[in-house]
Protein backbone atom coordinates (compact mmCIF):
# COMPACT_ATOMS: atom_id res chain seq x y z
CA UNK A 1 0.00 0.00 0.00
CA UNK A 2 2.86 2.58 0.73
CA UNK A 3 4.54 1.88 -2.35
CA UNK A 4 1.42 2.40 -4.26
CA UNK A 5 0.88 5.77 -2.51
CA UNK A 6 4.23 6.52 -3.35
CA UNK A 7 4.08 5.94 -7.40
CA UNK A 8 0.58 7.91 -6.72
CA UNK A 9 2.27 10.77 -5.16
CA UNK A 10 5.45 10.79 -7.97
CA UNK A 11 2.82 10.65 -10.99
CA UNK A 12 1.05 14.02 -9.40
CA UNK A 13 4.19 15.40 -9.07
CA UNK A 14 5.19 14.72 -12.75
CA UNK A 15 1.33 15.55 -13.64
CA UNK A 16 1.74 19.10 -12.15
CA UNK A 17 4.55 19.62 -14.01
CA UNK A 18 3.62 18.71 -17.33
CA UNK A 19 0.69 20.84 -16.96
CA UNK A 20 3.28 23.80 -15.77
CA UNK A 21 4.81 22.74 -19.11
CA UNK A 22 2.11 24.72 -21.11
CA UNK A 23 2.29 27.82 -19.22
CA UNK A 24 5.51 28.69 -21.06
CA UNK A 25 3.62 29.31 -24.31
CA UNK A 26 6.33 31.75 -25.72
CA UNK A 27 8.95 29.65 -24.89
CA UNK A 28 7.46 26.74 -26.23
CA UNK A 29 7.07 28.51 -29.43
CA UNK A 30 10.51 30.17 -29.91
CA UNK A 31 11.83 26.69 -29.24
CA UNK A 32 10.08 25.22 -31.93
CA UNK A 33 10.72 27.89 -34.31
CA UNK A 34 14.22 27.62 -33.39
CA UNK A 35 14.25 23.47 -33.96
CA UNK A 36 12.42 24.13 -37.65
CA UNK A 37 14.47 26.83 -38.49
CA UNK A 38 17.42 24.19 -37.69
CA UNK A 39 16.05 22.18 -40.54
CA UNK A 40 14.94 24.56 -43.06
CA UNK A 41 17.99 27.36 -42.67
CA UNK A 42 21.10 24.98 -41.97
CA UNK A 43 19.29 22.47 -43.70
CA UNK A 44 18.70 23.69 -47.27
CA UNK A 45 21.38 26.30 -47.54
CA UNK A 46 24.17 23.68 -46.71
CA UNK A 47 22.96 20.98 -48.79
CA UNK A 48 24.47 21.66 -51.71
CA UNK A 49 27.56 23.46 -50.30
CA UNK A 50 28.80 20.33 -47.62
CA UNK A 51 31.11 17.76 -48.51
CA UNK A 52 28.34 14.78 -50.01
CA UNK A 53 31.71 12.62 -49.05
CA UNK A 54 30.77 13.37 -45.30
CA UNK A 55 26.60 14.27 -45.47
CA UNK A 56 25.19 12.84 -48.35
CA UNK A 57 22.08 14.46 -47.23
CA UNK A 58 21.94 17.32 -45.27
CA UNK A 59 18.26 17.68 -45.38
CA UNK A 60 17.77 14.55 -43.37
CA UNK A 61 21.16 14.72 -41.55
CA UNK A 62 19.87 17.73 -39.85
CA UNK A 63 16.30 16.81 -39.33
CA UNK A 64 17.27 13.40 -37.13
CA UNK A 65 19.62 15.74 -35.31
CA UNK A 66 17.36 18.18 -34.20
CA UNK A 67 15.13 15.20 -32.76
CA UNK A 68 17.65 14.72 -30.23
CA UNK A 69 18.22 18.83 -30.05
CA UNK A 70 14.11 19.46 -29.22
CA UNK A 71 13.56 16.55 -26.76
CA UNK A 72 17.50 17.70 -25.28
CA UNK A 73 15.87 21.18 -24.60
CA UNK A 74 12.38 20.45 -23.67
CA UNK A 75 13.17 18.03 -20.80
CA UNK A 76 16.37 20.45 -19.55
CA UNK A 77 13.84 23.16 -18.92
CA UNK A 78 12.74 20.99 -15.76
CA UNK A 79 15.99 22.43 -14.39
CA UNK A 80 15.48 26.33 -14.41
CA UNK A 81 11.75 25.83 -12.47
CA UNK A 82 12.88 23.29 -9.65
CA UNK A 83 15.83 26.11 -9.09
CA UNK A 84 13.44 28.98 -8.83
CA UNK A 85 11.31 27.00 -6.28
CA UNK A 86 14.49 26.06 -4.28
CA UNK A 87 15.32 29.67 -4.63
CA UNK A 88 11.87 30.65 -3.17
CA UNK A 89 11.56 28.36 -0.53
CA UNK A 90 8.52 26.56 -2.38
CA UNK A 91 10.45 23.40 -1.73
CA UNK A 92 9.66 24.00 1.84
CA UNK A 93 5.61 23.59 1.02
CA UNK A 94 6.71 20.51 -1.24
CA UNK A 95 8.32 18.63 1.30
CA UNK A 96 5.62 19.54 3.88
CA UNK A 97 2.90 17.50 1.82
CA UNK A 98 2.38 13.78 3.05
CA UNK A 99 4.35 12.04 0.19
CA UNK A 100 7.83 10.73 0.93
CA UNK A 101 10.90 12.34 -0.65
CA UNK A 102 11.86 10.01 -2.85
CA UNK A 103 8.18 10.13 -4.60
CA UNK A 104 9.44 14.15 -4.79
CA UNK A 105 12.35 13.66 -6.34
CA UNK A 106 10.87 10.80 -9.06
CA UNK A 107 8.31 12.63 -9.77
CA UNK A 108 10.26 15.98 -10.59
CA UNK A 109 12.89 13.93 -12.97
CA UNK A 110 9.37 11.73 -14.69
CA UNK A 111 8.06 15.09 -15.29
CA UNK A 112 11.11 16.66 -17.04
CA UNK A 113 10.77 13.41 -19.02
CA UNK A 114 7.18 13.45 -19.72
CA UNK A 115 7.85 16.84 -21.05
CA UNK A 116 10.80 16.13 -23.35
CA UNK A 117 8.58 13.03 -24.96
CA UNK A 118 5.35 15.15 -25.77
CA UNK A 119 7.71 17.94 -26.96
CA UNK A 120 9.57 15.52 -29.47
CA UNK A 121 6.18 14.05 -30.96
CA UNK A 122 5.72 16.55 -33.92
CA UNK A 123 9.19 16.45 -34.76
CA UNK A 124 9.28 12.77 -34.97
CA UNK A 125 6.65 12.85 -37.38
CA UNK A 126 8.45 15.15 -38.89
CA UNK A 127 11.24 12.73 -39.44
CA UNK A 128 8.83 10.26 -40.82
CA UNK A 129 7.59 12.57 -43.81
CA UNK A 130 11.53 13.63 -44.56
CA UNK A 131 13.39 10.78 -44.25
CA UNK A 132 11.91 7.45 -43.62
CA UNK A 133 9.68 4.73 -41.08
CA UNK A 134 11.30 2.61 -39.00
CA UNK A 135 10.95 -1.20 -38.87
CA UNK A 136 9.67 -2.41 -35.29
CA UNK A 137 13.21 -2.68 -34.17
CA UNK A 138 14.58 0.71 -35.06
CA UNK A 139 10.92 2.25 -33.72
CA UNK A 140 12.18 0.89 -30.28
CA UNK A 141 15.41 1.70 -29.69
CA UNK A 142 14.42 4.95 -30.83
CA UNK A 143 11.37 5.27 -28.11
CA UNK A 144 14.24 3.64 -25.80
CA UNK A 145 16.60 5.98 -26.59
CA UNK A 146 14.04 9.12 -26.37
CA UNK A 147 12.81 8.18 -22.58
CA UNK A 148 16.29 7.71 -21.56
CA UNK A 149 17.85 10.97 -22.88
CA UNK A 150 14.75 12.72 -21.57
CA UNK A 151 15.37 11.60 -18.13
CA UNK A 152 19.17 11.85 -18.13
CA UNK A 153 18.74 16.01 -19.36
CA UNK A 154 16.11 16.46 -16.79
CA UNK A 155 18.05 14.60 -14.08
CA UNK A 156 21.44 16.90 -15.42
CA UNK A 157 18.93 19.60 -15.08
CA UNK A 158 17.88 19.24 -11.28
CA UNK A 159 21.48 18.21 -10.33
CA UNK A 160 22.72 21.77 -11.88
CA UNK A 161 20.20 23.71 -10.46
CA UNK A 162 20.21 22.25 -6.88
CA UNK A 163 24.00 22.81 -6.70
CA UNK A 164 23.53 26.35 -5.72
CA UNK A 165 20.54 28.67 -4.55
CA UNK A 166 22.03 31.99 -6.15
CA UNK A 167 20.29 32.62 -9.41
CA UNK A 168 23.21 33.77 -11.82
CA UNK A 169 25.23 30.94 -10.91
CA UNK A 170 22.56 29.00 -11.28
CA UNK A 171 21.56 30.24 -15.04
CA UNK A 172 25.52 30.31 -15.46
CA UNK A 173 26.06 26.61 -14.93
CA UNK A 174 22.69 25.81 -16.82
CA UNK A 175 23.71 27.68 -20.05
CA UNK A 176 27.24 26.35 -20.01
CA UNK A 177 26.10 22.55 -19.42
CA UNK A 178 23.26 23.41 -22.59
CA UNK A 179 25.77 24.87 -24.78
CA UNK A 180 28.91 22.87 -24.48
CA UNK A 181 26.48 19.84 -25.20
CA UNK A 182 24.46 20.93 -27.44
CA UNK A 183 27.21 22.52 -29.85
CA UNK A 184 29.91 19.78 -29.17
CA UNK A 185 27.60 17.36 -31.18
CA UNK A 186 27.39 15.62 -33.80
CA UNK A 187 23.47 17.19 -34.05
CA UNK A 188 24.90 19.63 -36.46
CA UNK A 189 28.16 17.83 -38.01
CA UNK A 190 29.10 14.17 -38.29
CA UNK A 191 31.96 12.35 -36.46
CA UNK A 192 34.03 12.25 -39.46
CA UNK A 193 34.05 15.89 -39.81
CA UNK A 194 34.54 16.45 -35.72
CA UNK A 195 37.62 14.23 -36.58
CA UNK A 196 39.07 17.47 -38.82
CA UNK A 197 38.52 19.99 -36.93
CA UNK A 198 39.65 19.18 -33.09
CA UNK A 199 41.87 17.25 -31.61
CA UNK A 200 41.55 13.61 -31.35
CA UNK A 201 40.53 13.35 -27.49
CA UNK A 202 38.04 15.87 -28.12
CA UNK A 203 36.69 14.62 -30.98
CA UNK A 204 36.60 10.85 -29.56
CA UNK A 205 34.64 12.70 -26.45
CA UNK A 206 32.24 14.77 -28.34
CA UNK A 207 30.67 11.35 -30.16
CA UNK A 208 30.39 9.64 -26.99
CA UNK A 209 27.99 12.41 -25.21
CA UNK A 210 24.00 11.58 -24.91
CA UNK A 211 22.91 14.24 -27.18
CA UNK A 212 25.58 12.63 -30.24
CA UNK A 213 24.79 9.00 -29.44
CA UNK A 214 21.11 9.62 -29.42
CA UNK A 215 21.48 11.73 -32.67
CA UNK A 216 23.60 8.55 -34.19
CA UNK A 217 20.68 6.41 -33.27
CA UNK A 218 18.04 8.54 -34.76
CA UNK A 219 19.85 8.30 -37.50
CA UNK A 220 20.14 4.87 -38.09
CA UNK A 221 16.67 4.47 -36.44
CA UNK A 222 14.84 6.56 -39.51
CA UNK A 223 17.19 4.89 -42.29
CA UNK A 224 19.35 7.62 -43.15
CA UNK A 225 22.43 5.31 -42.17
CA UNK A 226 22.69 2.18 -42.22
CA UNK A 227 25.10 1.46 -39.03
CA UNK A 228 25.15 2.19 -35.37
CA UNK A 229 27.71 2.15 -33.08
CA UNK A 230 26.85 -1.56 -31.18
CA UNK A 231 27.76 0.72 -27.82
CA UNK A 232 25.43 3.22 -28.75
CA UNK A 233 22.16 1.86 -26.51
CA UNK A 234 24.64 0.78 -23.93
CA UNK A 235 26.50 4.27 -23.25
CA UNK A 236 22.94 5.92 -23.35
CA UNK A 237 21.38 3.41 -20.45
CA UNK A 238 24.93 4.37 -18.68
CA UNK A 239 24.86 8.21 -18.83
CA UNK A 240 21.00 7.99 -17.82
CA UNK A 241 22.12 5.85 -14.82
CA UNK A 242 24.73 7.77 -13.77
CA UNK A 243 22.89 11.62 -13.94
CA UNK A 244 19.93 9.86 -12.49
CA UNK A 245 21.54 8.61 -9.00
CA UNK A 246 23.12 12.09 -9.20
CA UNK A 247 20.11 14.23 -9.41
CA UNK A 248 18.37 12.58 -7.15
CA UNK A 249 21.46 12.51 -4.17
CA UNK A 250 21.68 16.28 -5.04
CA UNK A 251 18.46 16.82 -4.39
CA UNK A 252 17.79 14.76 -1.72
CA UNK A 253 20.42 16.95 -0.12
CA UNK A 254 19.53 20.46 -1.58
CA UNK A 255 15.72 20.49 -1.39
CA UNK A 256 15.86 21.24 2.51
CA UNK A 257 18.41 23.53 2.50
CA UNK A 258 20.86 21.66 3.94
Known sequence: ??????????????????????????????????????????????????????????????????????????????????????????????????????????????????????????????????????????????????????????ALAIAISTSTRDFNLQATFRALTYYTLFFFSSVFYPKEVLALRFPQPIAEAVVHTPVSLAAEVYRWGFGYSSSVSPTALLEITAWAVALLAAASLLYARNVSGK
Do not use: C
Open 1 to 154: MEVMESARAALLFAYRDLLRFWKFKHWLASQIVMNLADVVIFAFVFNNIVNRQYIPDYVKFMATGVLAASIFASSFSIGREVGAEIRREVSHYLLALPAPRYALIAGRVLGGTLRGLVYQLAFIALNVALVGVPNPSQALAIAYTSLLLSAAMS
